[in-house]
C-alpha cells in the first residue's frame, strides 16, 4: 500500500469490514491502512509485506506483519483463516495474478481487491496520445512503475467470471467520489468484494 496518510479507497474498504473480525492485508506497505482500519473499528488484523523498511514501519506501529513475498502464494494460510483478505493496490504488481486470486479467496471467506482502473478516460486518452499514462493514480513513468500489469474495471470482472469467483459488491471511485456512471471509463480506482462462487 501507498505511504500516504489518507487514501480514498480506505474508508470505502473499511466499510466492507465488520467489526471484531480477522483481517489479512497482503502487500500492507507501511501499515497505513492497518493502523487506518483500527482507529475505525476494533479488528484482529494482521499484514503481509516484502519490504524490509516496510516491514519495519508497521513493527513500530505496532501491528502484526510477517514478512514475505506474495508471488510464493499463501501456503502460510489454511482455507478461510481470515474473515476478511484485503489486496489493496497491489495486484497490478503481481506477476501471477490468476495464482494470487485463487489464493487471496482461499484464505479469506470474503476478499476486498483494489486496483487502478487503466481503462479511466485520462489514460486511454494518454495512450492515444502516444504516451503511457501518468496520473494521480499512476504516479509513475513507464520505466519506473512498480506496475506489471495493467487492466481495467471490465478485465477483473472477466477474470473473476473464468476464476468462478463471486463479485458480492464494487466501488469505482475517482478522486475519492464514487461513480456511477460509465465506471469503467470516469473511475480511476476499482474496489471489488469478492469470495469464492
Same mark, same amino acid.
Given at each position: 500500500?501507498?505511504?500516504?496518510? &489518507? ?19 497482503? %502487500? $500492507? ?11 475505525? &473499528?476494533?479488528?484482529?488484523? @494482521? ?10 514501519? $508497521?513493527?513500530?506501529? %505496532? ?6 513475498? =506474495? ?59 502516444? /504516451?503511457? #499514462?501518468?496520473?494521480?493514480? =499512476?504516479?509513475?513513468?513507464? @520505466?519506473?512503475? #512498480?506496475?506489471?500489469? !495493467?487492466?481495467? !474495471? ?16 464494487? $466501488? ?20 471489488? /468484494?469478492? /469470495?469464492?462462487?
Amino acid at each position: 500500500m501507498s505511504n500516504q496518510n &489518507k487514501r480514498a479507497d480506505f474508508a470505502a474498504i473499511s466499510n466492507w469490514i465488520a467489526p471484531n473480525t480477522q483481517v489479512l492485508d497482503l %502487500g $500492507c506497505g507501511d501499515g497505513s491502512f492497518l493502523e487506518f482500519l483500527q482507529k475505525q &473499528k476494533p479488528v484482529h488484523s @494482521y499484514g503481509v509485506e516484502i519490504d524490509d523498511s516496510r516491514v519495519l514501519s $508497521c513493527v513500530q506501529k %505496532g501491528l502484526n506483519v510477517i514478512q514475505q513475498d =506474495l508471488e510464493g502464494g499463501l501456503a502460510l494460510f489454511e482455507d478461510n483463516s481470515f474473515d476478511t483478505v484485503v489486496l489493496s493496490q497491489t495486484l497490478q504488481t503481481i506477476h501471477q495474478t490468476e495464482k494470487i486470486l485463487r489464493e487471496v479467496v482461499r484464505v479469506g471467506k470474503e476478499s476486498v481487491i483494489s486496483f487502478p482502473n487503466f481503462g479511466h478516460w485520462s489514460h486511454r486518452l494518454a495512450v492515444g496520445l502516444g /504516451r503511457m #499514462p501518468v496520473s494521480k493514480s =499512476l504516479p509513475y513513468q513507464w @520505466y519506473n512503475t #512498480p506496475n506489471v500489469r !495493467v487492466l481495467t !474495471v471490465t478485465d477483473f470482472e472477466k477474470l473473476a467470471s473464468n476464476l468462478g469467483l463471486k463479485i458480492l459488491d464494487q $466501488c469505482i471511485l475517482h478522486e475519492g467520489r464514487q461513480v456511477t456512471l460509465m465506471p469503467n471509463l470516469f473511475g480511476s480506482l476499482a474496489l471489488f /468484494r469478492i /469470495r469464492r462462487a
